[in-house]
């Protein structure tokens, strides 16, 4: 954990930087800038804001869960041995889903104790490394499970999509033809999924089945999005999408809108709380926020 005077520097600096392509101004000013809200963690990933507006975020190699009060300015550590725990969210009872990528399953953990895992295997076999989830309005979890550094003890051959009923039932493999999916959202009205293809660098769209979590009519985006990772949506259903050139915006059919710089590379993004139009980064060593003229779901 970097020291306490080394983040309240950095956090006083307030690093900024312009936005890299003018976005359209529904979307945020001119003079919208990236601010630096705290530095020096390993690789930070994961944020996802909580019912009453915290973010929680995590940093995957130091196997922490810290958590941000926007309010008070203030970041704690949430959890410690996270099991490299990546992509992070909130389900509608307030408990915390997370995806452990080192411990190869996904977590749900009510406050107050300790985390429970509700997916570990597909088929009898153990996941890749779950990497990033949404939430359907049952309580279905969709989530992505890729491969990264985890040596040759893998049981899946392919990286692939699944689905977590919300019975708690057996997990649904729903996309399998993608060479790395990685990012995951769901559409406002929750008809839609987005999946991020980091191996192909490209982005792709289904239609949700609500009967069953299934999906059908898949297609592509947009080709042309290189590392793109994680994202969100916003309440019009624009994607932000973090790549190796910052965070792309795209219409719900693909039209890129712009792009949003970030002083290093981001590997995802969450809207705060309705009605504060901020949108957070994680971004390698850094967390940051910028403030914008759209909101994010509730």
């Known amino acids: 954990m970097p020291s306490t005077s080394f983040l309240l520097t950095l956090t006083a600096l307030a690093a900024t930087l312009p936005l890299a392509a003018q976005l359209p101004a529904t979307i945020a000013t001119p003079d919208a800038k990236v601010e630096l809200i705290q530095g020096g963690f390993k690789f930070t990933e994961g944020p996802a804001v909580s019912p009453t507006g915290q973010i929680y975020f995590t940093d995957i190699p130091n196997n922490r869960i810290h958590v941000y009060d926007p309010v008070s300015k203030k970041l704690e550590i949430?959890?410690?041995?996270?099991?490299?725990?990546?992509?992070?969210?909130?389900?509608s009872t307030g408990a915390l889903i997370a995806c452990e990528g080192g411990n190869r399953i996904v977590t749900r953990q009510v406050f107050g104790e300790e985390p429970k895992p509700i997916a570990t295997a597909w088929n009898g076999k153990k996941l890749n490394s779950p990497n990033d989830l949404d939430i359907d309005l049952k309580g279905g979890i969709y989530f992505t499970d890729p491969r990264y550094g985890k040596g040759d003890n893998r049981e899946i051959d392919i990286e692939a999509v699944y689905y977590l009923p919300p019975n708690g039932g057996e997990v649904i493999q729903v996309v399998s033809d993608l060479k790395k999916p990685n990012g995951i959202a769901l559409s406002p009205?929750?008809?839609?999924?987005?999946?991020?293809?980091?191996?192909?660098?490209?982005?792709?769209?289904?239609?949700?089945?609500?009967?069953?979590?299934?999906?059908?009519?898949?297609?592509?985006?947009?080709?042309?999005?290189?590392?793109?990772?994680?994202m969100c949506v916003d309440t019009s259903g624009n994607l932000f999408v973090t790549t190796k050139e910052g965070v792309k915006i795209f219409t719900p059919t693909g039209t890129h809108l712009g792009t949003i710089a970030v002083p290093e590379g981001p590997a995802n993004c969450t809207f705060g709380a309705q009605g504060t139009k901020t949108l957070y980064i994680t971004a390698r060593t850094g967390f940051y926020q910028i403030q914008l003229g759209v909101d994010g779901l509730k």
């Open 78 to 91: 949430h959890r410690e041995n996270t099991g490299a725990a990546n992509g992070l969210m909130f389900d």
């Open 189 to 230: 009205d929750r008809k839609t999924l987005y999946v991020a293809d980091n191996g192909a660098g490209s982005l792709h769209a289904y239609d949700v089945n609500d009967t069953d979590g299934t999906l059908t009519n898949a297609r592509l985006i947009s080709p042309e999005v290189p590392g793109c990772d994680g």
